[in-house]
């Protein structure tokens, strides 16, 4: 639902993706409704700066959720954005990246609908883009990749049966691993048990965008032994030949020669 099309007369929720982690990265869109909320419910991979912009009285609610750390289950965020909006206000529900990438926007959009409440989706830059970007990491390329596949890392364990690896494994498509530094072991080996190559270029791209970001190049082999303490949250994983293209390859010599992967 567009605000181009409706009379904002009574309380409306906009679902906002803040983009990967720097506050700049966002939509001039999302900060026009950011700078217009009369309460934002945000999640802790938004970045903080971006709160500054809120006019003085916004409610401020954290909802984040992190590995191991929920501020909120997320039936009772639905609960909040539906009693916030009830109550006549303009509403900004922001999240990192895009929030229909992982973002858990279509529960709230389901809880918005049913209740009678307007919405408007406002896109965000996702991780995947915005960690290639940083490594200088085409995602696709004529030579090595026509497709990209997105796959959430909490459905890695061998036991969840939510992932078809053999389907993955022979696909010859660039994998991105959303939250899948914790099961990183568990991606290399089910990857290994469906045919993929161990000398199959990976990347580990942590933080990016911030200062912090680090950005490891490895192959699938190799990338087993690093431990998940090494690499901070939040960290995208990507895997297939187009790593090869990234600047940060040419410091990997068994990944340099781009002819290997023909």
Not at 55 to 62: I, K, P, S
Not at 99 to 118: D, W
Request: charge should be neutral; proline fraction near 4%; aromatic fraction near 4%.
């Amino acid at each position: 639902m567009n605000t181009n099309q409706v009379t904002i007369t009574k309380g409306f929720v906009w679902l906002i993706g803040a983009g990967p982690g720097a506050a700049d990265l966002i939509t001039i869109r999302g900060l026009r409704a950011l700078e217009g909320a009369e309460a934002v419910v945000y999640d802790e991979l938004a970045n903080s700066d971006l709160l500054q912009h809120c006019a003085a009285g916004c409610e401020l609610h954290a909802v984040g959720k992190r590995a191991g750390r929920h501020n909120a289950s997320q039936g009772e965020i639905n609960s909040l954005l539906v009693s916030l909006a009830q109550a006549g206000r303009k509403v900004v529900r922001l999240k990192g990246g895009d929030p229909l990438v992982f973002g858990r926007a279509g529960e709230e959009i389901e809880a918005l609908r049913a209740a009678g409440l307007p919405y408007e989706i406002v896109p965000g830059v996702t991780a995947a883009t915005a960690a290639a970007s940083v490594a200088g990491l085409p995602l696709t390329h004529r030579d090595f990749s026509s497709a990209v596949v997105f796959v959430t890392g909490h459905q890695c364990a061998a036991n969840t049966g939510g992932l078809d690896w053999a389907a993955l494994a022979r696909l010859k498509a660039t994998l991105c691993f959303y939250m899948g530094v914790r099961r990183l072991p568990e991606i290399v080996h089910n990857l290994f048990q469906h045919g993929m190559l161990g000398t199959t270029p990976l990347a580990l791209i942590s933080q990016a965008t911030l200062p912090a970001q680090k950005i490891t190049i490895t192959t699938l082999a190799e990338a087993a032994s690093i431990p998940a303490e090494a690499i901070a949250a939040p960290a995208l994983v990507v895997i297939g030949e187009v790593v090869r293209v990234s600047d940060f390859a040419q410091q990997v010599p068994e990944l340099a020669d781009r002819t290997k992967a023909e």
